[in-house]
Nanobody, 121 residues
């Protein structure tokens, strides 16, 4: 079994910061692209930030300059540092990864269960 497990969500005031973490557990040999998505109530899930296997990054326009995605390949983890948070950042944040299971030669998409981020006074 392979799982992506997010942590670090919570309640924060506008202007505050949070750091989300996502750990890949199980017989994971390697990870290709990793990303964070979010879904607010009544809205579609959207890409927040992505990072390639070689470290290239991309961000949604709404979070550029405020959020930073990073990865630690040795620990099989991906992070999302969120600064200057706004109420419109409130959503469930999901980790996504293209992972290769040990003993196989192909990558498969996996999703975490999500972690709630609420930005409010």
């Amino acid at each position: 079994q392979v799982h992506l497990v997010e942590s670090g969500g919570g309640l924060v005031q506008p202007g505050g910061s949070l750091r989300l973490s996502c750990a890949a557990s199980g017989i994971v040999a390697s990870a290709n692209a990793l990303a964070w998505y979010r879904q607010a109530p009544g809205k579609e899930r959207e890409l927040v930030a992505g990072i390639t296997g070689t470290g290239g990054t991309n961000y949604a326009d709404s979070v550029k300059g405020r959020f930073t995605i990073s990865r630690d390949n040795a620990k099989k983890m991906v992070y999302l540092q969120m600064n200057s948070l706004k109420p419109e950042d409130t959503a469930v944040y999901y980790c996504n990864g293209r992972l290769r299971i040990s003993g196989t030669s192909y990558y498969t998409d996996y999703w975490g269960q999500g972690t709630q981020v609420t930005v409010s006074e």
